[in-house]
């Protein structure tokens, strides 16, 4: 299994029920702190339905990617989970029985695992197992895309196994900085925003507007980089252009 430093993720939450309202999603809220408490940052995150055309078409879009990506839902075992065959039919592999995913399930429900349970050891080819301490039935990982449950309670552990696991914290980690601003429009901040790109790379500076009773302009830095002196760098730039910051 190959660990190497990563600083991006993205996440795919896979189900009707969250398009259709009948659940609320929770695991894009969650992923984002899991890999901000890192250092690391969630990039990106798309919401799909059980069907498996769209599905297969993502899939396979995400996978020629270089990204890591978390995938929630669809790996049971009733006719609705569509995700472990739509996985195999992007990456144009064949799903078989994992030994080791079917030992998993039959230790776990005997002969009741037969003759449905069983499906869920159906996998794509060369796939690895990500351990379930919830309920002990995996997940799996194909290349850097990893499979987890729809429910919150086996998904969270889980994810963090394949971070601890396959991705740990490099030596720059991600974070971010901002000022606010009152007093001025946002066009009067274009001028800065302008003279600063390229200065530091790793960090993206971004212009927030605040709307009420407490407008201001949030003005900041997030990245991987030397934040202190670009945030010193930008606290300048303020200073000589007459606009107050806090």
Known sequence: ??????????LIIIGDEILF?????????HFRTLLKARGQQLS?????PDEAPMLIEHLRFSMQGALPVFVCGGIGA?????????AAEAAGLSLTRHPEAAALIESRFGEQAYPFRIRMADLPQGSSLIPNPYNQIPGFSLGHHHFLPGFPEMAWPMAEWVLNTRYPIGEMSFAEASFQIQGVPESALVP?????EGQFPGLKLYSLPKLGDNAH??????????????????AEALRNAGIDFR
């Open 78 to 86: 009733t006719p609705d989970d569509l995700t472990r065959a739509c």
């Open 217 to 234: 302009i949030e003005l900041g830095l997030r990245g991987r980089g030397e934040i202190d002196r670009a945030m010193q760098y930008l």
């Open 1 to 10: 299994m190959q660990s190497l430093s990563q600083s991006e993720f993205g």
């Open 21 to 29: 309202g009948q659940r609320q999603d929770c695991h894009l809220a």
């Open 192 to 196: 800065i925003m302008e003279a600063f």
């Open 44 to 48: 990106r995150c798309w919401l799909l």
